[in-house]
Nanobody
Framework: QVQLVESGGGLVQAGGSLRLSCAAS????????MGWFRQAPGKKRELVAG?????????YVADSVLGRFTISRDNAKGTLYLQMDSLKPDDTAIYFC??????????????????WGQGTQVTVSS
């Protein structure tokens, strides 16, 4: 099972940018579908962006962040990224990195996703 560690969260003003990273340890990072989820206080955990295994040729970005967030992966470095631009106060949440053997799992109940990081806090001030 892959272990995941997020970094890059912090406090930023509205309109600013952050880049989240997720370092994976364990075998065959490239074989995993990866995703970024977020959870705000009192809200359910939601998928923000997903990327398919290996070449990452298939990506998904939630409508709420479309045009502002970009997901990418570097299999050689075993790292997943989330570039977040034009941040809004509504983007404030804990952001979690996730991995699963199947890309489709990212789009269902988060409780079925195989591996999770510990989360990193993103706070956007107005």
């Amino acid at each position: 099972q892959v272990q995941l560690v997020e970094s890059g969260g912090g406090l930023v003003q509205a309109g600013g940018s952050l880049r989240l990273s997720c370092a994976a340890s364990g075998p065959a990072f490239g074989n995993y579908a990866m995703g970024w989820f977020r959870q705000a206080p009192g809200k359910k955990r939601e998928l923000v962006a997903g990327i398919s295994p290996r070449t990452g040729g298939s990506t998904y970005v939630a409508d709420s962040v479309l045009g502002r967030f970009t997901i990418s992966r570097d299999n050689a470095k075993g790292t997943l990224y989330l570039q977040m631009d034009s941040l809004k106060p509504d983007d404030t949440a804990i952001y979690f990195c996730a991995a699963d053997a199947k890309y489709g799992t990212m789009f269902g109940d988060p409780s079925f996703v195989g591996s999770w990081g510990q989360g990193t806090q993103v706070t956007v001030s107005s």
